[in-house]
């Protein structure tokens, strides 16, 4: 049921070269993780024009972003953006763990005229596909702006809860689980966080429980200061 991302960003590649750097905007982008369990993976940053978009809520997510929700790979959503010519000004993934509580950045973004929105997107560990996610925000003219995220879930993997189909250094289970899935809701949608399922999978993998991994939305804070 999911969907190319190529498909979903509905854009003709441009051969137009990018702005120059006098009708660039420069922006400072800081993240701040707001649950109290669960660890950000590498955080991707993109500047875009309203011709691309990570997801829409209710629909199938592209295979890029199931990778990055199932296991925090942003290299396969970088390379199509990468690759959609003028409707994307600036792609960056801030590197490293983002513990609960912690703040990362500043992230340095560039955008343009044409580029005047920024979408922000990491998977939370130990989840099956679960990340938090900025989706197409209209950039600061001026000044700075503080917005507050959801986590959401990809409907990529069915929520067991189960280490073993669940990556990072808390489970070192299995991330990514390519192609349709039992127990896959299908669509993207508002993440229902954890529950009391029990302590051992039918695989004999650990269950992990809400007392410690449960969260309430908002799951980020992200702040998007312009700077020039």
């Not at 190529?6 to 990018?18: D, N, P, Q, V, W």
């Not at 809520?57 to 990778?67: M, R």
Request: glycine fraction near 12%; hydrophobic fraction near 40%; proline fraction near 6%.
């Amino acid at each position: 049921m999911k969907k190319t991302l190529l498909a979903l960003l509905m854009i003709t590649i441009s051969a137009t070269a990018t702005a120059s750097n006098r009708h660039q905007a420069l922006y400072e982008v800081t993240i701040t993780n707001l649950t109290k369990g669960q660890t950000f993976t590498p955080r991707l940053v993109v500047t875009h024009s309203s011709a691309v978009r990570l997801f829409t809520v209710g629909e199938p997510a592209s295979e890029e972003l199931a990778v990055l929700a199932e296991d925090g790979g942003t290299g396969p959503l970088t390379n199509v953006l990468e690759n959609a010519g003028s409707a994307v000004a600036d792609v960056v993934t801030d590197g490293g763990l983002l513990g609960p509580g912690m703040t990362t950045g500043p992230i340095t973004v560039a955008a343009s005229r044409r580029q005047r929105l920024i979408s922000v997107a990491a998977m939370l560990i130990p989840t099956n596909d679960t990340f938090f996610a900025l989706n197409s925000q209209r950039l600061p003219l001026f000044g700075e702006r503080t917005i507050v995220v959801p986590a959401y879930d990809a409907g990529s993997e069915a929520n067991d809860q189960n280490c073993n189909n669940m990556p990072g250094p808390r489970c070192g289970g299995q991330g990514s689980s390519p192609g349709a899935n039992a127990g896959d809701e299908g669509f993207v949608h508002i993440s229902n966080g954890f529950h009391d399922l029990g302590e051992v999978g039918a695989d004999g993998g650990e269950i992990l429980g809400p007392f410690t991994y449960d969260w309430r939305n908002p799951a980020a804070q992200i702040r998007i200061k312009r700077i020039r």
